[in-house]
């Protein structure tokens, strides 16, 4: 079998959003498409949805936000004790599972992972300010956007 054929066999799939909900949907739509989720009444005011979920054993909290239609789905630990390298480690062990190796970049204070599929880009990402005792994880599944001119 050609390699470039057999690479593009084993390319994970472009989620083309997240869980139940499609890059584009209305907000309606993304009600009707995903159990459980709600009108956000809660801090992330500018995102128009809500959802409680687990992620690797954890409980998490994603916000869908519009523009037109779903742009993004951000998601974050609900609980401070949920943000740690090995919480990170937890979370990208099952991205990598599902969509394989991310590119990924660290510093001192940021651990980036990222992969681009198709249509969407996923990041995941730890950051902590030891200077301000600030510390945030979270994931998010973005619509790739074309570049112009490209």
Same mark, same amino acid.
């Given at each position: ?37 709600? +009108?956000? *009444?809660? %801090? ?10 687990? %992620? ?15 742009? +993004? ?47 969407? *880009? %996923? ?8 200077? %301000? ?18």
């Amino acid at each position: 079998m050609n390699l470039a054929i057999f690479g593009l066999l084993l390319a994970a799939a472009d989620p083309g959003g997240w869980r139940g909900a499609r890059w584009g949907m209305t907000e309606a739509e993304v009600l009707a498409a995903v159990p459980g989720v709600s +009108r956000d *009444v809660g %801090i992330e005011r500018k995102a128009g949805l809500a959802l409680k979920v687990e %992620i690797a054993g954890m409980a998490w909290q994603a916000f869908f936000y519009f523009e037109g239609g779903l742009e +993004r789905v951000a998601l974050a630990p609900t609980r401070e004790e949920d943000r740690t390298d090995d919480d990170l480690c937890r979370v990208e062990r099952l991205l990598v599972q599902k969509y394989g190796r991310p590119w990924r970049n660290s510093g001192a204070e940021t651990r980036v992972s990222q992969w681009t599929l198709g249509g969407t *880009v %996923i990041t995941l990402q730890l950051v902590h300010h030891r200077a %301000i005792r600030l510390r945030f994880l979270d994931l998010v599944y973005e619509r790739r956007r074309a570049v112009a001119g490209l």
